[in-house]
């Protein structure tokens, strides 16, 4: 686990304390679609798969969640975002999502679905067909 000062894994200039620290530990919501999509890439990089249950929406979320240990998310690219805003219900984000697994380097291409659930945002799912490069 990162120090509350260690730069956020989502990329943004902040500290993982002061971004998506304060979603993963409960202590705040997302405010949008991006902010979400943005924590969920940190927890990833994290191995929280805690929150990354409990960021998806119920009718979609898996029953459990293993993730590969050697796999390593590195870096997010916020391609694009459709509504998701702080005063909507639904949205999507596209991004690329950059990671190592032992000597090989690829990314994740994909255009998320996220809607409201109980108030908060949730993942929903992919849009179209997940790219690996």
Request: charged share 25%; with cysteine; aromatic share 10%.
């Amino acid at each position: 686990m990162p120090t509350p000062a260690t730069p956020c894994p989502c990329g943004l200039p902040a500290s993982y304390a002061d971004c998506c620290g304060r979603f993963h530990s409960g202590a705040q919501q997302a405010p949008t679609a991006e902010l979400l999509m943005r924590s969920r890439f940190s927890a990833f990089a994290l191995g929280d798969t805690a929150y990354l249950l409990r960021s998806w929406h119920s009718s979609t979320r898996p029953a459990h969640l293993d993730l590969d240990p050697e796999q390593r998310w590195e870096r997010l690219e916020i391609l694009g975002t459709e509504r998701g805003g702080m005063f909507e219900t639904e949205g999507s984000v596209e991004f690329r999502a950059h990671y190592r697994e032992g000597r090989h380097r690829g990314s994740l291409r994909e255009h998320s679905s996220f809607t409201r659930e109980g108030g908060a945002w949730v993942y929903v799912g992919p849009l179209c067909p997940v790219d690996f490069d």
